[in-house]
Every structure is written in structure tokens, then in C-alpha cells.
């Protein structure tokens, strides 16, 4: 059995704390009314950046995956 990739992590904790997701190619887009997160991946492990959006304004952006794994446990 293969170990979990970073990205297949961080969307399995996002589903399971409610979040609604999508996922295209390269980016992940996370929602939950009126939240949004957008996740832009380098491979499967790590990150090129992430976007947090309030209300579709853009508060936070961050190239730590520490980080958006924070805001999707909120």
C-alpha cells in the first residue's frame, strides 16, 4: 500500500470537517458558505500557494501548507 500523498491528505481532513470540494488538474478549490480556498499544487506534495476568500474577497495568502491545512480546520 502506497503512502498518502500531501494533497490526498489535505483533502480528506477538509471533507471530513465539511468542506465542499473540487479539484481541477493543479488546484483544489475548497467551499463553505461564505469561505472559499484555493490550493495551487507542485505535484501531489507540495504547494504553490494558497488563497483564502470571505465573502469573494481575497484576506490571506500563504505558501505554507501548514497554514491552508489550518484554515481548513476551521
Do not use: C, F
Request: glycine share 8%; net charge negative; aromatic share 10%.
Amino acid at each position: 500500500m502506497s503512502a498518502a500523498t500531501e494533497r490526498e491528505v489535505m483533502s480528506e481532513l477538509a471533507v471530513a470537517a465539511g468542506w465542499h470540494r473540487r479539484g481541477e488538474e493543479r488546484v483544489d478549490y475548497y467551499s463553505r458558505t461564505p469561505v472559499r480556498i484555493h490550493v495551487i499544487w507542485q505535484g501531489s506534495d507540495a504547494i504553490s500557494g494558497g488563497s483564502l476568500y470571505h465573502d469573494d474577497n481575497m484576506v490571506a495568502y500563504t505558501r505554507d501548507a501548514a497554514t491552508v491545512t489550518g484554515w481548513l480546520k476551521r
